[in-house]
């Protein structure tokens, strides 16, 4: 099977307002479709609240194999609020 780059890849999702596991089947396909098509970076919001979304987003980047950083998004891009992953 040949996969094809697609036009166009966003490079952010909003999990805010989301319950956990609605949050982790929309960034497990965020994920899939950023490695498919060959993106370096990717920004994930998930707020601040109790952080629950948070400690899910990192647990699963954490084992995630093609994750090579994970990193708090800087203070004008959501800091604590959002996490920066990049991709080997």
């Known amino acids: ?43 994930i919001v998930h707020g601040k609240g109790e952080g629950i979304l948070r400690k899910m987003v990192y647990d699963l980047l954490r084992k995630h194999p093609e994750v090579r950083s994970i990193e708090d998004a800087i203070a004008p891009d959501g800091g604590g609020r959002a996490t920066g992953v990049h991709f080997d």
Request: proline fraction near 2%; aromatic fraction near 6%; avoid cysteine.
């Open 1 to 43: 099977m040949k996969f094809q780059r697609a036009a166009s890849t966003a490079i952010e999702i909003d999990l805010i307002g989301k319950r956990e596991a609605e949050a982790k089947r929309d960034l497990e396909r965020f994920i899939d479709s950023a490695l498919l098509s060959g993106v370096p970076f990717v920004r």
